[in-house]
């Protein structure tokens, strides 16, 4: 699993994300974002377009990014998510909260 | 035509990453099976031993052995192991709250291939599942 990490502005990042998030990567992506978090970027948009495969433990990790977001007064959206992590997020009831964006920036505007 | 496949891995050192690696090998054998069909049963047998991993395992690690089934009406997968036995009510299973950050894995399973089951073999767990395949 790679990523890259992008600051827009005082308090946004853009977390690129890119191969597979399973039981082994899915804990260093919710240890990177949470830092992010924690030191002030609250803000936060992960591009997935490079995400080959997700599973419940990338959806844990995401779903506590996004709860530390809003407890810092800040949110997660997603961008770009593939066909297969769309029908991961429709078949987990997950789609409304996690709603998809064209952009990583677009998500950071809407 | 049926082919089978099958692998044996003793975790750790293993992790899920080797059901992905031993997919790969499958499906270039397989050609026939679409997109949708692999991430379907990739995601399913993922979760399975992700499961297996985390909850069956007491300290000792846990030997598997992982035997699949491809043919033209479904994919089929036997995934046994050597942990603990589990507490399992399958049919209780069901996807958490929305802002839960676990408890997605077997509900994740039961959805998207056609059978799940568990059951406990002498000292084994047996878990199997099987999708069925579109019409060609």
């Excluded at chain 1, 490079?50 to 997603?78: H, K, P, Q, T, Y």
């Excluded at chain 1, 992590?85 to 987990?92: G, K, R």
């Excluded at chain 1, 996690?98 to 950071?108: K, N, T």
């Excluded at chain 2, 036997?78 to 399992?88: K, P």
Aim: proline share 3%; hydrophobic share 50%; glycine share 6%.
């Amino acid at each position: 699993m790679d990523h890259t990490v992008e600051e827009v502005g005082d308090d946004a990042a853009v977390i690129t994300l890119a191969g597979r998030v399973n039981m082994v990567t899915a804990p260093a992506v919710r240890e990177l974002i949470t830092g992010i978090i924690s030191a002030g970027r609250v803000r936060i948009a992960v591009d997935l377009d490079a995400v080959e495969f997700i599973d419940s433990s990338a959806l844990g990790s995401l779903i506590g990014c996004l709860n530390a977001a809003r407890r810092a007064n800040g949110d997660l959206r997603i961008s770009r998510p593939t066909k297969h992590i769309l029908a991961v997020l429709e078949v987990s009831n997950l789609i409304q909260l996690l709603r998809p964006y064209p952009s990583a920036h677009a998500a950071l505007e809407a | 035509m049926t082919t089978e496949h099958h692998i044996d891995f003793a975790a750790p050192p293993a992790d899920v990453n080797i059901v992905h690696e031993f997919l790969d090998g499958v499906w270039s054998r397989d050609a026939s099976l679409t997109a949708d069909e692999r991430l379907a049963f990739e995601l399913a047998l993922v979760e399975l031993a992700a499961n297996v991993m985390q909850h069956a395992d007491t300290g000792a690690g846990v030997a598997c052995r992982l035997r699949m089934i491809v043919d033209e009406a479904s994919v089929s997968a036997l995934l046994s192991d050597t942990g603990r036995a589990g507490d399992i009510d399958l049919a209780a299973c069901e996807m958490p709250d929305e802002l839960s950050e676990s408890g997605r894995g077997l509900a994740l399973v039961q959805l998207v291939v056609d059978e799940l089951g568990y059951q406990r073999v002498g000292s084994s767990n047996l878990w199997t599942i099987r999708k069925a395949r579109a019409a060609a």
